[in-house]
């Protein structure tokens, strides 16, 4: 069948956007591809649709279970109903039920972390995988921002499955980082289709306050201007859900997310995100990969990210209709301070190493495939996973730490030269755009009328019709038992 046709059959799109089809193309040819597409540009098209013409399975692996789940639903809604996303979220019964029924699934999506376990492992090899896909494939290099250690083994694990053709695809990827995809995915004859990571349509500014006394009162006057809907980015989950709070009690429809909700409510705050029953989304980076909104016409970071691909995936989430957006960045001086702090809390050092030996011969536990996804409360999620797969590559104690103790060197020294950088690009004095398409290899090449504060931006345009008014919560009670509830206005 003709992919054009095919594209309307099953998508209910006229024409491709830039990349897809070259991809694609690519992808049917048995090739080793390497694709970086922007943000919201249609990468999940690029492995879906040849799903339709492959005899067999396709296997999708990703980072975040939002996403996955995003994914699979979109495409049930769309018709299709043999996809299904294989995480640890699936219940026992609903994980038995699957497996019983591999063979009746067209894209499976799983994590790294679950192509560990050997009895799915064993059930993958029993079916013809056509197309092994690698989302956020910027992961396995230890030179991206969101290095993952288990994505080190998919090249590996292609081996199990025959060698499919590979399909890489990342948003944001320096040529460093590239290198080390094809590195570490054992990739070959790979054809590379490297996109513009510019998103022209989103306006660039950053505002800078001597205090965060103004930078909280210019928050809440962009909030109370700004046509929504909208994300807010915080670093911090007290702050996202202080703030969360104070905007609710001034007559805001909004809601916090972070990895502290719980999985469920996690999922159902998105699920509303997306249909508007929350038109403002108050959130840690946690909310990012997964939300495939297509009308969001603000980002703004309260805090800023600690590196410049970090930024312009959470930018990332605005415009993806096409449609006129801002991306707006408050900053004081202590927010840099506050970075290096979470940097430093986010990776596991030599203390937490002997903490964690510690723990598990006190608690006398062997690490096993439930146990690694519950971390217990000495340690983050990031900090438990890194430590456990180190933990069973190096089971000797001396060695264990020593390794931990390099891998915390190396990646906070990475960690702090992005982040000097990302300072810098919020003191830049000239074009935002050119300068963030610089460190992306890239040059800016047209003249975009809302390009950012620096070039010009018209901030009225973004702004709503009316104003809205605030209200007290003790005023409005019918308004309070509609958010209690949960109940859409």
Same mark, same amino acid.
């Given at each position: ?203 660039? &500014? $950053? =505002? /800078? !306050? ?6 909280? +009162?210019?928050? *809440? ?130 203390? &937490? $190493? =002997? /903490? !964690? ?6 608690? +006398?536990?062997? *690490? ?122």
């Amino acid at each position: 069948m003709d992919l054009l046709t095919l594209l309307q059959e099953k998508f209910s799109y006229s024409e491709f956007r830039p990349g897809q089809r070259e991809i694609i193309e690519s992808v049917l040819e048995g090739r080793d591809t390497l694709a970086i597409l922007p943000t919201g540009t249609g990468k999940s098209l690029c492995y879906q649709l040849p799903g339709y013409i492959f005899p067999g399975t396709i296997l999708i692996v990703s980072p975040l279970l939002s996403l996955m789940q995003d994914q699979v639903e979109q495409m049930k809604r769309r018709g299709e109903k043999r996809a299904v996303a294989f995480n640890s979220f699936l219940s026992l019964q609903e994980r038995l039920f699957v497996l019983k029924n591999f063979n009746r699934y067209k894209f499976i999506y799983t994590s790294p972390e679950m192509l560990q376990k050997e009895e799915f492992l064993k059930k993958l090899k029993e079916i013809p995988i056509s197309l092994f896909v690698v989302d956020e494939a910027h992961c396995v290099s230890q030179w991206g921002y969101d290095f993952r250690p288990d994505y080190l083994e998919l090249g590996q694990l292609r081996e199990h499955f025959g060698r499919p053709p590979i399909l890489a695809l990342t948003a944001t990827a320096s040529q460093e980082v590239l290198a080390d995809i094809k590195e570490k995915l054992e990739m070959t004859n790979v054809q590379k289709f490297l996109f513009s990571v510019d998103r022209p349509n989103i306006a660039l &500014k $950053a =505002e /800078i !306050f001597p205090t965060y006394k103004e930078k909280a +009162e210019r928050f *809440l006057e962009l909030i109370e201007s700004l046509e929504g809907p909208g994300i807010v980015y915080f670093s911090s989950k007290k702050m996202a859900d202080e703030w969360s709070l104070t905007l609710r009690e001034k007559g805001f429809h909004t809601n916090s997310y972070h990895a502290d909700i719980p999985q469920e409510n996690r999922i159902l705050l998105q699920q509303q995100f997306l249909y508007n029953q929350i038109p403002l989304m108050l959130a840690t980076s946690s909310f990012g990969m997964g939300v495939n909104k297509e009308n969001v016409r603000y980002v703004i970071h309260f805090h800023p990210p600690v590196d410049l691909e970090s930024y312009w995936q959470e930018v990332g989430r605005a415009g993806r209709d096409g449609k006129q957006s801002i991306a707006i960045l408050l900053f004081t001086d202590r927010d840099f301070r506050l970075q290096n702090q979470l940097i430093e809390k986010e990776l596991p050092n030599t203390d &937490k $190493a =002997e /903490i !964690f030996l510690r723990w598990l011969k006190n608690e +006398e536990i062997v *690490l096993d495939e439930e146990k690694t996804q519950r971390p217990p409360d000495d340690f983050s999620e990031t900090e438990w996973r890194i430590l456990s797969k180190y933990y069973r590559q190096f089971p000797n104690a001396n060695r264990f730490i020593e390794v931990i103790g390099n891998f915390f060197e190396q990646r906070l020294r990475l960690k702090q030269e992005k982040l000097a950088i990302m300072n810098r690009w919020i003191f830049h004095i000239g074009c935002r755009r050119e300068n963030l398409l610089r460190y992306f290899g890239e040059n800016k090449k047209m003249n975009i009328k809302e390009c950012c504060d620096h070039c010009g931006v018209n901030m009225e345009r973004y702004y709503r019709k009316r104003k809205i008014h605030t209200t007290s919560p003790s005023m409005d009670w019918e308004r309070r038992l509609m958010e209690l509830f949960n109940i859409p206005r």
